[in-house]
């Protein structure tokens, strides 16, 4: 009888387990299900959201803590942040060469237009609407310049480029905030050209610059060969005035006196006696 009471405490306790190991398995289903259909929402400072009920697209949402009726609405949560998009573009110049052409992009979404990117694109509006009209814009500006020019007038291109995309994103409900042109290349043919061509003018920069040396060295060997002339001329003209055939004299005596060591010769050519007269006898 003791054995019987032991196992029905047994199965007792065994059932008692059970029932909560359900109630537990249960309970955790419960929560699950809340969880996933919870009435509510949030939408991130970052983004705003696109309301759809049944289908239909009916409203937007702010940032922030929202209620909604997990079983006929959806929350589409849209960037507003600035993006940036890079784009390789291919076109042809003014002179008909071959421009293949990297261009960035930074933009963002119109507040106030989510809505209707949305409704049109959803959220692929970077490939539907952004990459087509970077590729007009860059055919149009590259088709107004030649080769030359688009590598000497960078950044004229670049602002021609900004104003189309500008004008070309107006209406989308997307704003251009600024656009770069990060990269130009033309055919290997083309780049050989402006090579030699920039090589040919280096030298004919050097050139010009020796020849201007060799013509300031010439002006300088002139304006010399002038002024020894005049200089020669004014001696000679001198040469004939009394007063500055004295000046020489003067001269000639005065250098021959700071010389002179106080001592006379006693004569002068050879054994021939010529005394000099001492002074003061």
């Known amino acids: 009888m003791y054995d019987d009471s032991w196992e029905a405490q047994q199965r007792a306790s065994n059932a008692r387990v ?7 398995v249960v309970a955790l289903v ?30 937007t949402l702010e940032p922030g803590f929202h209620i909604v009726n997990p079983f006929s609405t959806d929350v589409i949560k849209m960037d507003m942040r600035i993006q940036k998009d890079e784009v390789a573009a291919n076109a ?17 979404l119109d507040p106030n237009s989510v809505v209707k ?42 602002g021609e480029m900004k104003t189309a995309m500008v004008e070309k994103m107006s209406g989308t409900g997307i704003i251009v905030d600024d656009f770069n042109i990060v990269n130009f290349d033309f ?14 003018e280096q030298k004919a920069k050097e050139a010009q610059n020796k020849l201007v040396q060799v013509q300031a060295e010439a002006q300088q060997s ?24 004295e000046l020489k004299r ?27 007269l001492q002074l003061g006898q």
């Open 18 to 24: 059970v029932k909560w190991v359900i109630a537990g």
């Open 187 to 200: 055919s290997p043919q083309f780049n050989a050209a402006i090579e030699a061509k920039v090589t040919a």
């Open 117 to 158: 990117v949305y409704t049109e694109v959803e959220k692929d509006y970077s490939a539907r609407i952004i990459a087509p009209k970077l590729q007009e814009a860059v055919k149009a500006a590259t088709a107004k310049y030649t080769a030359e020019e688009l590598i000497t007038k960078r950044q004229v291109v670049k």
């Open 30 to 59: 419960i929560v699950i299900l809340a969880l996933a259909f919870l009435p509510f929402t949030t939408v991130d400072q970052t983004e705003k959201g696109v309301v759809k009920t049944l289908g239909k697209v009916t409203g």
């Open 250 to 276: 003067l001269e000639v005596q005065q250098t021959f006196a700071s010389k002179w060591n106080g001592v006379l010769p006693v004569n002068l050519y050879g054994s021939a006696p010529i005394p000099f």
């Open 92 to 108: 042809a110049s003014k002179d008909l060469q071959t421009v293949s052409a990297n261009v960035a992009i930074n933009y963002h």
């Open 222 to 245: 002139i304006e010399k060969s002038k002024a020894e002339a005049e200089n020669i001329r004014l001696q000679s003209s001198a040469a004939n005035n009394d007063k500055y055939v």
